[in-house]
C-alpha cells in the first residue's frame, strides 16, 4: 500500500508563508485523488484542497486565493503553497491519497504536521 510523510510545517507569523510536501511511496494503480486536510483543536477534520491527476483542484472557500495544491509526479510529492496565512489556519494539516491497487480503492493517511499561525 502507499504511505505518506508530511513535512514542512511550522511557527509562523500572521502573513506570513509556508508550504508543505507529502512525499507518498509504495505501489497503485490508478490515483483518484490526492488532498489536505485539516483539524483544529475541538473542531472536525476538513478538506483543504484536492487535486485530481487531470489536474482538477478544489479548495475550500477559507483559502481560496492564499492557497495553491500541486504535485510533482517526477519526485512522487504533493505540495501546498500557503500563503498570508491567518490564526485561523492554526491546524494538523494531513495528506490524503485516494487510489486504486488492482480492483480495492484505498484511502490512505498521513501521519500529520503542525502549522501554527502566532504572533
Known amino acids: 500500500q502507499v504511505q505518506l510523510v508530511e513535512s514542512g510545517g511550522g511557527l509562523v507569523q500572521p502573513g506570513g508563508s509556508l508550504r508543505l510536501s507529502c512525499a507518498y511511496s509504495g505501489t497503485f494503480h490508478g490515483l483518484n485523488s490526492m488532498g489536505w486536510y485539516r483539524q483544529a483543536p475541538g473542531k472536525e477534520r476538513e478538506l483543504v484542497a484536492s487535486?485530481?491527476?487531470?489536474?482538477?483542484?478544489v479548495y475550500a472557500d477559507s483559502v481560496k486565493g492564499r492557497f495553491t495544491i500541486s504535485r510533482d509526479t517526477t519526485k512522487d510529492t504533493m505540495y501546498l503553497l500557503m500563503n498570508d496565512l491567518k490564526p485561523d489556519d492554526t491546524a494538523v494539516y494531513y495528506c490524503?491519497?485516494?487510489?486504486?491497487?488492482?480492483?480495492?480503492?484505498?484511502?490512505?493517511w498521513g501521519q500529520g504536521t503542525q502549522v501554527t499561525v502566532s504572533s
Open positions: 490524503n491519497m485516494k487510489y486504486r491497487l488492482i480492483w480495492t480503492q484505498y484511502d490512505s
Open positions: 487535486i485530481t491527476p487531470t489536474p482538477d483542484t
